[in-house]
């Protein structure tokens, strides 16, 4: 009780007249964190819950936590594998970790960089890695937020909570910051800011935020090294002269190197199934914990936040395509060094990449997906399908699912004013 009589002593000077009240949406994104707001509905003709925007957003955010700490477990664990594989030893560990400021920062919190390291080292070492990718969004990306509320003279948009986890969520671990605040910039300004807000954006804000930088710094978001974060230059330079027989760490993405290798022994031999179910493998740290990422989605659906039709027109896509795709593998029509990718089964396509992110978070965004039930369907078959097309067809995007879902995003108004058009025309007919 006594924050809400702070909330309330505080209030006018922030309401119109107060001597802060262009800070007015500043003030508002806080109080709400805390308190509903205190604008409701007071006829009878409304529908009175106890869920808004901002519930809806924060159960998104948490929903998103459990792959985010799987995904950080993850990166610490491909770190130290990859200095263990590297042949170095304890002797060396000072100069590596003073080699990289990522290392230092989980150093000083406590982690251990040997080989025997503790889940909570690992996690740490994660953290170390996707906090500042985190932060850094938040802050950038909140500054815009608050920047266009206060001229607009509205309150801030919960939408952004899930925009700036979802975001880091999607990046290298060892993406540089500066190019990560370059990006959600991008997202939040030009992506949704300038249609006029949350609700009124086109595309997905953090996928048009991953795509600017996939095509602006190609370098940062693709590529062997990004992936094994112990293999930036800085450290493989610095274990050149403390251990020689170290060349450099490898590492692609398994789509990476299925598109640069035309290999299909990656599958099954190298990693399994079932270790790409669980999220054992190189990948953004958002994307890799399928199991985790099943999990959250699961409450999306179960709160109705997800929409179900979606998620399964993205399932039947995938495996229609991939089945056509399966079959001309066994025809002559597709060249040897390309069988491996056009005969890759559904099941993989649902656990490389971003696909089960994509799908369950991504596509589902009420804003920039269909609105008709009908339309659900088919906006997501054309996920579904464009993800394996992209995959296939096109192996200089690898991943597919970003720009699967960005096409979506634009085709949705047309899906459903053909949608609507027909259900008019059917109408009229009776």
Known sequence: MGLKKLFDKLEPAFLPGGKHEKWYALFEAVYTIFYT????????????????????MTTVWLALFPAAFFGSWNVGDLTINALVNAGVTTEHLPEVIASN???????????????????????IIGFAFWAPIYMTVFVVGGFWEVLFASVRGHEVNEGFFV?????SLILPPTIPLWQAALGITFGVVIAKEIFGGTGKNLVNPALAGRAFLFFAYPSSLTGDSIWYTASTQQ???????VAPNVDAFSGATPLGQLAVNHAQEVLGHQLTWFDAFIGFMPGTIGEVGKLALIFGGAVLLFTRIASWRIVWGVVVGTVLMSLFFNWLATTSIVSESSKALFALPFWWHMVLGGWM????????????ASFTEKGKWW???LIGASVVLI???NPAFP????????????????????VVQRNIKRRRAR
């Open 399 to 418: 991943e597919g699912m970003m720009l699967a879902i960005l096409f979506a995003n634009l085709f949705a108004p047309i899906i459903d004013y053909i």
């Open 391 to 393: 995959r296939v067809v």
């Open 37 to 56: 707001p205190k604008s409701v509905t007071q006829g009878r003709i409304h529908v009175r819950d106890v869920i808004d925007l901002k519930r809806i």
């Open 379 to 381: 906006y997501g078959f």
């Open 235 to 241: 450290v493989v330079d610095t274990l050149k002269t």
């Open 357 to 368: 992110i994509g799908t369950l978070f991504m596509a589902t965004d009420p804003v920039s």
């Open 101 to 123: 400021w990522h290392y230092q920062l989980a150093h000083f919190f406590g982690a251990s960089f040997a080989a025997d390291a503790s889940w909570l080292s690992k996690m």
């Open 163 to 167: 925009t700036s986890i979802l975001f």
